[in-house]
């Protein structure tokens, strides 16, 4: 394999992280035990007349969520496969509001970015299967028939990377086989007399003694409707005079069919040692539909943009990955375990959108047409070792290289316009990461862990007029422990100190403008900016606090508080200002992401999850999962109150609940998702509000044999509108804008059938 340009980055690697994973890889090679000579066949054959000869009987299991949450040294939550499907989720996204901490960007029912600790634009390190996904690629669209279970990290761990200053969601995929199962399930969803069909099957077996696999093919086809009303007023702030009224209304659909097969071989390879294959297909392709209407009250400062406008839309995702690991047991405890993975998704977009003047008369064209293609590998070693004093010690290097090329063709009228920038766009990032980190088990009551990672990262891109150049590395240093009061305890207490990062994206280092739709020539408007990137962004760098308290009950049940604490410098934030631009010989106003300051973020998260009959013997066997977060931020450099990290809000809470009848073949239960609305400084002269969300879902199983049961469901029962308004000032007008997005209904039904 030939050594792409960047890896010479090697040498900025901290030489105390190399020195001490060459060391571990030397004594684990050390420690591997010499094979044994082969017996005479004579003496193997030979048995004493008194030997019974007994058949092997192998017994396996697996420890509960709670369970391995309660032994991991760094926090963990565990989602397992049963609180997966309790309600019929359409999209992971919806599965994990309810989970302590987290939040979901966008109107009620309807998922969005998923966000720990409410931090947004980031700060939450999302993984499939342990691998960050390519462009394109969202978690609304991937199904939870595909996903074994879900893996929350609290606080960023040296295997898993530093990447995570709010938290780490791994989604983990279908894996090998536990039991045989050929599994089929039939879906319905409908919302506003809209429906929305999907299966889903899933196939585990063996081919012989040493090949084990598992199969999962989803297809689903969704078909939903949003109406939209925005209000636009300016006022003068000196006389209190209303300068502009407009008010948009209008809809959107838009249908979306995708296609998700998800593999796992695995192959015994002898004793101790295997080789796994894990191919994972994504297809998915949309059509949408816009039509606004604009009225503008009469003496409005500025002219009326459009009075009403068509947009279509569509849009083409695919995305193959096949990933390769091979992993051997070296005795004694010790592991090597060796990974590739190789892929590439492709994304397609095109759309046009025809504006319309008060006569009727068509006034503008945009039609804008963009291809991406990324394509990439990775390649880590691990090395785990069971050293004396209950060291288990993991040791490890990444390489990860991917390469995007980009072409984007944007006409106005029937011509191109921001051909200075150029239509191709060529970028590729190296990133190269070495870690070590040692679990010690002091004591039955103490555990302890130590970590350290080096990450750098490489990205640069070019186009027909601008490079960009970007290298960034951080070390991060890592630290947690438990400790309970004593060995039969069912309470214990958990700490970490940790530093984590935030790089930017490429998006927003790569400078390409896009433009106003409002205001696509002469002078813009400042709450229709322009957007671009800034090449010279700085990582953000957060150190890290967490103290735990946890209470495990008899039957499984469980009692938590989580602080958290993040002091975060060089935070990065858009920033609006006026700019001389080379696509306008106007002065335009642009959003470009910024280095701005420092931040601190601080939060509670309680949680309780038990049977009633656990707190009152006479009580129902009510499964009650209840969660309730406080959050809290303030940015240094940004004038009070209310200025805390774009899109956190105060808080949220959740409480389910779900009943097992006795004598009857019915499960039934519902929650409650809650965020409460709140206010937002951005800057000093943006300020935003964003509504309450209120989401009830609830659900009904009817076991209709062993090898069959009916899931009925319904999502956002208590449908509310979803507010939001958002403010800007400009010399001494104030524009405010405020949006009205109604939300609706799903209802669900779903047929399961082992076959």
Known sequence: MRIPHSLPYLANIPRTVLALAALTCMSATAQIPPTPPAADAESKDAKPASQTTLDRVEVTGTASETEQRRASTA???????????RFGDSSVSEVLKRLPGVTTGGRPGRGGDVRMRGMGGGYTQLLVNGERMPPGFSLDNLPPDQVERIEVLRAPTAEYGARAVAGTINIVLKEALKKTLNEVKLGLGAEQDRLSPSASWTRNDKFGEHIAYTLTLSVN???????NDTRTRWYDLPTGNQLLDQHETGYGTNHREGVHLNGRVQIGLGQGESLILMPFFVMSQSNSFTQSQLDQAAGGVIAQPYASYTSEGDGRFTMMRTNAQWQKNLGDGNRVELRYGVGGGTYESHSIRNELDTTGALSRTVADQSSTKENGWNLTGKLSQQLASEHSLVSGLELDSSKRRQSRTTLQN??????????DLNASSMRVATYIQDEWNASKQISAYAGLRWEGIETSSDSDAYDVRNRSSVLTPLLHATWRPDEKSRDQWRTSLTRSYKSATLSDLIARPSISQRFPTGANEVGSPDRAGNPNLAPELARGFELAYEHYLDKGGLLSANFFHRRISDLM??????????????????????????????????????????MWPTALPVSVRTNVSFFDSSVDQVPGPNNRLEGQPKGTANIGADYKFRGLPLSVGASVN???????????????????KVVTDAFLVWFINPKAQLRLSASNLAPRDYLNTSSILSGT???????????????????????
Do not use: C
Not at 75 to 85: L, Q
Not at 221 to 227: A, C, E, I, L
Not at 733 to 755: F, M, V
């Open 733 to 755: 007008q104030r524009q405010d804008n405020e949006s009205d997005n109604p939300s609706h209904i799903r209802w669900g039904a779903r047929l399961e059938l082992k076959l």
């Open 75 to 85: 926090s963990k939550i565990i989602i397992g496969k049963e609180d997966i499907e």
């Open 674 to 692: 809650y965020t409460p609305a709140y206010d937002l400084q951005l800057s000093d002269i943006q300020s935003t509000t964003m509504g309450a």
């Open 221 to 227: 086809k969704s078909d939903s409707r949003d109406d």
């Open 573 to 614: 934030r858009n920033v609006v200002a006026l700019e001389d631009v080379s696509w306008s010989t106007d002065k335009r106003w642009v959003s470009r992401p910024q280095n701005v300051g420092n931040a601190t973020a601080q939060g509670i998260e309680l949680e309780a999850k038990f049977r009633l009959d656990e």
């Open 414 to 423: 029937g011509l191109p316009i921001l051909t200075d920038f150029g239509d």
